[in-house]
């Protein structure tokens, strides 16, 4: 456990059992974040993390000199002046190690006891999750013990990436999605706003669980208040809004096989005829009967303003419209990328926020219907079960879904349905089998709510005192300490703590793409464009740059 060889210090000075100082031996060399152990007063052993290191010489440490008193003494000790020079350590003891397993530690560690570097065997042990895991890096002092995260924490109490742009987020979330896949065969999908996964390849399976899923809105499944965000009615034009669920609600009761940007077509047509024959004849579900009154005229730019959106709408995004369903597309045991790129970010919310209801609402049916097939055998719940399994194959299973750029859809102080369902599966998704995994640059523009709930968080370098302040509070695991490292992070560098790990540790995450495996590297988006070398590319076709003002 410990050899004689590995000391490097001796416990000095007030010494409880959260913290200690030590002597540091001066032929040993230590650094900031190093793991050592020694014994508390009761013999057991305490593994602690230097937090600060310090220069002293007793010679030079009163209060009271100044420059010139203190060249005086140099100038006096000479050589000698070293030998009083000591290095002194402080650790904050994490806690006492029994077998694999940390308890707190609540006796003192002693004085004058032996201080040695923690065997990279003690934490391997005490880095070892129980359950299936995923590895994600090593630690950043010791690059031969690996960080491992435990699947079933990390899914089903879901988790956080959050960093400054360009610190290691997408290639954070392309380490633990081959993880999850290729060593864990789970089902993931990736909700990509920016498309960086798009040219996502696994390193052992290439793209081959890579299933690419374009994101297209279902517009036959929206109800007339989606249908209204999608077309950008304002929320406030209540009458405009009306007129669009009666027209609406019209169109679907008439065209129940129709699908896609036909049905848009028709609800303009309908509209169009409301205005020439002065006349509104619609559908109403309650009475389930057509009503007709007349359309009076001050009403008529109403009706033209929906129809101008609804023209808007098809002009910029016709081809985004479909009839197909998103959540069918996805597919058991691969990585989904549902690529949002061409959309804009009111478009985006619409469809994340159906996508999430229906993947929700289908893993909840699934696992109360297994819940009482399981109880009853009734042949009732196992229909329910297999009209699931036959429209949703993925949705039998448990399923993650990571939300990138997540303050998009629920960003702090926003209600929309995205934000919304987002919510219920942060709350609720451990019971249904659904995980959630945020990613975001700006934390403390995230839903406070759910980035609270994200109980494993994965953090490389946030520089914004509002976004560590945010974050901070939304962690309890997260102590002040660990929070000031993390401006400091360097690229691919993280502190990780949640229920996924069992102590919190500084990490350096794998560069996936020197990822190898039977099927190359790993790849993926989040290139930064060289922009140098695209602007040499320009000059070298000579771009003509003279303009004539
Ligand atoms: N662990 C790592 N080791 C080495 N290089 C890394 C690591 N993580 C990221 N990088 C490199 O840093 C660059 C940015 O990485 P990445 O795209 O993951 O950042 P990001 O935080 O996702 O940025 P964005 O917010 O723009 O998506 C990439 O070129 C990537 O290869």
Known sequence: MISEGDRIGIVKGEASFTTYEFSVDPKADISFGEFVVTKNRAGELVLGTVRNIKNVNWL???AKSNFNSLLLDVEDYGESIHENEEVVATVRILGKVNGGELAPNRVPVKNGESVYKASDDILKQL?????????VGTLLLRENVPIKLDVNELVSRHFAVLAVTGAGKSNAVAVMVKGLVEDIGGTVVVLDPHGDYVNLKLPETGSSLVNIIEGKIKVDELDSEELADLLEVRSTASIQREFLARAWETIQHENKELGGAVLLEELEKTLREWITKRMIKYWDEKKQRYVTEELKSDRIETIRGIIFRIRRFLRNYGAFVTSENLVAAIRPGMVNVIDLGPLDELQMKVIVGKFLQEVFEARVEYEKARKNYMRTGEREYEKIMDEIRQKYPALAYPILIIVE???IFAPQGEEN???????????????FGVGLGVVSQRPSKLNEDILSQMNTKIILRIVNPRDQEYVLRASEQLSKDLMDDIAGLGKGEAVI???AIKVPALVRIYNFKELKGKAGRGEYGGEDIGVVDRWAEMKSEGIDYTVDF
């Not at 880095?127 to 590895?135: C, D, F, K, M, T």
């Not at 349905?417 to 019971?431: L, S, T, V």
């Open 497 to 499: 703590v949640g229920q």
């Open 417 to 431: 349905d995205a934000a919304r369902i987002m919510g219920r599966i942060a709350r609720e998704g451990r019971k």
């Open 60 to 62: 030079l440490s009163s």
């Open 405 to 407: 750029e997540a303050h």
């Open 127 to 135: 880095y070892e999750p129980n359950g299936a895991s995923i590895e």
